[in-house]
């Protein structure tokens, strides 16, 4: 049977990153590796930066939103089994920040899949450096991605300090305590800087497994997550850092992330948080910037832009 892991985590938090890097390490211990994009919005900026993973041990396939609910799935559950009838040794799920982790559970457990695929690992991503206070349902929805969790990683330690880091732990025990779940053991959370970050430990993490959790789920109707997609913005990467601040000063509601392409002298990848602005060359690009957040204020984010 094909292994899934499903790699989860809150909007920013880092995912793609890690991805990467836990990529590369199974394609060094010689395995296939299936790389499956699911994303509700409509355009997937991420299956972009994954590009250098493709070749002939790396397949990346995605599925994009513009769709309900239900079509979404039916798409979902599609490339699953194409991806179940490719060879591969491994198959790797990013979903978007915004995603019931029971998705997954379920879908795996239709015919064919429950017959194809093996569940592998739950790997949420945590970002270390985000010491935002959370909404209800965003607490939520962070204790249902880490419920079910095998492991839990989390990013951008290098930026914090020791105190940080446990004031992060304890904002994760936090929210898993408010929906009715045990903490997280601490020999399941992996608090390396992801420079030093070995192949050991990612063997480790690799083989985690998942546990499960019960607890009372929100109807998503309760969020008020949006994604804004604004196209052909000719924002100058001079300009981008200044223009993207202005978004994260509460005026635009609560911006979780900034991210997309700009284009200068070559394309340039653009991504955002609170607490962090990265804007760096890439290949390839599209001439697009996504804004996802909380209750956002569309026209002044269009005015800012």
Known sequence: MVKIDLITGFLGSGKTTFLKKYTARLLERGQKVGILENDYGAVNVDMMLLSELDGESCMIETVAGACDYDCHKRRFKTKLIALGMSGLDRVIVEPSGIFDVDEFFDTLHEEPLDRWYEIGSVITIVDALDDSPLSDY??????????????????????????????????????????????????????????????????????????????????????????????????????????????????????????????????????????????????NGQDIIIVIGENLDKSRISEII
């Open 138 to 283: 965003a607490g939520y929805l962070l204790a249902a991605q880490a419920a079910d969790a095998g492991a839990v990683v989390f990013s951008k330690t290098a930026l914090c300090t020791p105190r940080q880091i446990e004031e992060k732990l304890s904002q994760l025990n936090g929210a898993l305590k408010a929906a009715g779940c045990e903490e997280q053991p601490r020999d399941r959370i992996f608090t390396q800087d992801w420079e030093h970050l070995s192949g050991e430990t990612l063997d480790i993490i690799a083989d985690s497994g998942y546990r499960t959790c019960g607890f009372s789920k929100l109807p998503p109707d309760d969020s008020g997550f949006e994604t804004l997609y604004f196209m052909n913005t000719e924002l100058k990467p001079s300009d981008a850092q200044r223009t993207v601040g202005r978004l994260f000063d509460g005026s635009c509601g609560d911006v979780f992330r900034v991210k997309g392409f700009i284009r200068g002298d070559g394309w340039y990848e653009l991504n955002a948080t609170a607490n962090q602005f990265r804007l760096a060359p890439i290949g």
